[in-house]
Nanobody
Framework: QVQLVESGGGLVQAGESLTLSCVPS????????MGWYRQAPGKERELVAT???????NYAESVKGRFSIAKGDAQSTVYLQMNSLKPEDTAVYYC????WGDGNVWGKGILVTVSA
């Protein structure tokens, strides 16, 4: 069973940057979309950014202009560049792949903490 491995999280100060990476344990074919979601304490999981197989991207309003999602050269990796981080960006970030073969696959999540 494919697993998604997230990395790059941690503790930063407001205004700093982080880059999250997500790599599957095995190559995933026929990907429809990849994305990042997040869940802050006491809140529901929400979409952060997605990138479709055709390269079309979608962002939450709260991160537009600050975050950027990109596919890796291997096509089955995805990155989230997060700039100008704010304390309200503090959350557990989850990677998601949606493919024709494996369906919807979630990573275990990685913590991003932004201090004021």
């Amino acid at each position: 069973q494919v697993q998604l491995v997230e990395s790059g999280g941690g503790l930063v100060q407001a205004g700093e940057s982080l880059t999250l990476s997500c790599v599957p344990s095995i190559t995933i074919f026929a990907i429809k979309a990849m994305g990042w979601y997040r869940q802050a304490p006491g809140k529901e999981r929400e979409l952060v950014a997605t990138v479709a197989s055709n390269g079309r991207t979608n962002y939450a309003e709260s991160v537009k202009g600050r975050f950027s999602i990109a596919k890796g050269d291997a096509q089955s990796t995805v990155y989230l560049q997060m700039n100008s981080l704010k304390p309200e960006d503090t959350a557990v970030y989850y990677c998601n792949f949606n493919s024709w073969g494996d369906g919807n696959v979630w990573g275990k999540g990685i913590l991003v903490t932004v201090s004021a």
